[in-house]
C-alpha cells in the first residue's frame, strides 16, 4: 500500500522570503505522478503543481518549484517569494497510474506567510 | 466558470437523520469522486465513479451511498447519520479516470449531534 508523510504540521515564514515544504512516499511501483494542491481558509483545493514520476526535471510554476528526488522518495515544495496569499494548507498527494487513480493525501501543512 | 459546485455548505443533523450531499460539475468530466476530511488527516476517498453508470467503493465506504445520476451529477446519501461522520466532504472531477488531475468543490461541513 502506500503512504504519503508529511512531517510538518505547521510552518511560518515571511513575505517575500523562501520556504520548503516536505513531502516523503512509500511505494514500490514505478509509475506514478505527484502533486501538491493548497487549501485557503475558504476551504478550495488548488492544484499547485504535479510531477510525473517518469521525469528527472523537477516541475516548476512561477513562484512554485519542487525537488523531486525519486530513490529517496521525497517531494518537497518551494515557495520563493512566499506572499499573504500562500498562507493556506498544504497537501501532498500521490497517485498511482493504474487501478482506480485514486489520490492518496498526506495530512498537510499549514503555512502562515507574516507580513 | 462554476467547475464543480456542492450543496448545501454546511448541514447539522441528528444522529440517525439521512442526507443526501448534491455534487454537479459542468466540465464534461467523465469520473467523479467523494471525499471526507477529518482533522489531523489528509482527505480520504469514499467514492468514485469512474464514467456514467458507474461507482465503486473508496477507502471508507462504510455508512455512505452514491448515486451517479447522470454525467454531470454524483450524490453521496447518508442513510443513518452517526457522530463518527462529523466531517468536511469534498466532491472532485476529472476527464477521466488517468492521471488528470481532479478539480475540487468548496466542501459540505456536516455536523452529526
Known amino acids: 500500500a502506500q503512504t504519503v508523510t508529511q512531517s510538518q504540521p505547521e510552518m511560518s515564514v515571511q513575505e517575500a522570503e523562501t520556504v520548503t515544504l516536505s513531502c516523503t512516499y512509500d511505494t514500490s511501483e514505478n509509475n506514478y505522478y505527484l502533486f501538491w494542491y493548497k487549501q485557503p481558509p475558504s476551504r478550495q483545493m488548488i492544484l499547485v503543481i504535479r510531477q510525473e514520476a517518469y521525469k528527472q526535471q523537477n516541475a516548476t510554476e512561477n513562484r512554485f518549484s519542487v525537488n523531486f528526488q525519486k530513490a529517496a522518495k521525497s517531494f518537497s515544495l518551494k515557495i520563493s517569494d512566499s506572499q499573504l496569499g500562500d498562507t493556506a494548507m498544504y497537501f501532498c498527494?500521490?497517485?498511482?497510474?493504474?487501478?482506480?487513480?485514486?489520490?492518496?493525501f498526506g495530512t498537510g501543512t499549514r503555512l502562515k506567510v507574516l507580513a | 466558470n462554476a467547475g464543480v459546485t456542492q450543496t448545501p455548505k454546511f448541514q447539522v443533523l441528528k444522529t440517525g437523520q439521512s442526507m443526501t450531499l448534491q455534487c454537479a460539475q459542468d466540465m464534461n468530466h467523465n469520473s467523479m469522486y467523494w471525499y471526507r476530511q477529518d482533522p489531523g488527516m489528509g482527505l480520504r476517498l469514499i467514492y468514485y465513479s469512474a464514467s456514467e453508470g458507474t461507482t465503486d467503493k473508496g477507502e471508507v465506504p462504510n455508512g455512505y451511498n452514491v448515486s451517479r445520476l447522470n454525467k454531470r451529477e454524483f450524490s453521496l446519501r447518508l442513510e443513518s447519520a452517526a457522530p463518527s461522520q462529523t466531517s468536511v466532504y469534498f466532491c472532485?472531477?476529472?476527464?477521466?479516470?488517468?492521471?488528470?488531475?481532479?478539480?475540487f468543490g468548496d466542501g459540505t461541513r456536516l455536523s452529526i449531534l
Open positions: 472532485a472531477s476529472s476527464r477521466q479516470l488517468s492521471n488528470q488531475p481532479q478539480h
Open positions: 498527494a500521490f497517485m498511482l497510474l493504474r487501478g482506480t487513480y485514486k489520490y492518496i
